[in-house]
């Protein structure tokens, strides 16, 4: 069995401006876990884990999705945590602009998917990218978070071509989360 996911890569120009990003709050705030900056990306939908003679399957189910859904861009700014900011779990960067295309496309692999067995989620989806996970003094955090301004930042990152979907596999080693690309789905031409 391995653990799969469906999700937009982003471009090397966003993944240095997230890593700079994440070298500066370093120096600001307490202690957290950085997500490396190559292995961020816009999530749309989390398979968990399947056998691997499946992945043919999901990758076909997929695949009208690119014949019947444009290409589209989203820009990258605005921070946020998970769940609220008194105890954050999760330290993300804002998606913004085209958020309905976005949550389109996230319908339409639900529905794809969902005759193969994997149900659509019950909340509501938030686009965002995950840069650091908050394990420990996730109220100290907050507060750091709070004091020194982060969450009003509205720095743009720049701007991720939504034209492709990626199935990547997850699997975790020592040093986090590796990320590997099993096929990919073209969306149409504007």
């Known amino acids: 069995m391995i653990r799969v996911f469906v999700a937009v890569e982003l471009p090397v120009g966003i993944r240095e401006n997230l890593s700079s990003l994440q070298h500066a709050l370093e ?3 307490p202690p957290i876990n950085w997500v490396r900056s190559e292995s961020i990306h816009l999530t749309l939908k989390f398979l968990g884990y399947v056998e691997p003679s499946r992945i043919s399957q999901i990758l076909l189910a997929l695949e009208p999705i690119g014949t019947l859904h444009q290409g589209f861009s989203v820009e990258v700014h605005g921070m946020g945590v998970f769940p609220h900011v008194k105890h954050p779990r999760i330290l993300w ?13 996230v319908l339409e692999i639900e529905m794809a998917l969902e005759p193969l067995g994997f149900p659509p989620e019950e909340k509501l989806y938030h686009p965002h990218l995950t840069l650091a996970r908050i394990k420990r003094d996730n109220a100290k955090v907050g507060a750091s978070l709070l004091e020194n301004g982060v969450l009003e930042s509205k720095q743009d990152l720049g701007t991720v071509n939504v034209d492709r979907l990626t199935l990547f596999q997850s699997a975790l080693d020592s040093n986090g989360a590796i990320y590997t690309p099993l096929g990919l789905v073209q969306l149409s031409k504007a």
Do not use: D, H
């Open 27 to 29: 120096k600001i705030l």
């Open 93 to 105: 960067i804002g998606v913004n602009g085209k958020t309905q295309a976005l949550s389109e496309l």
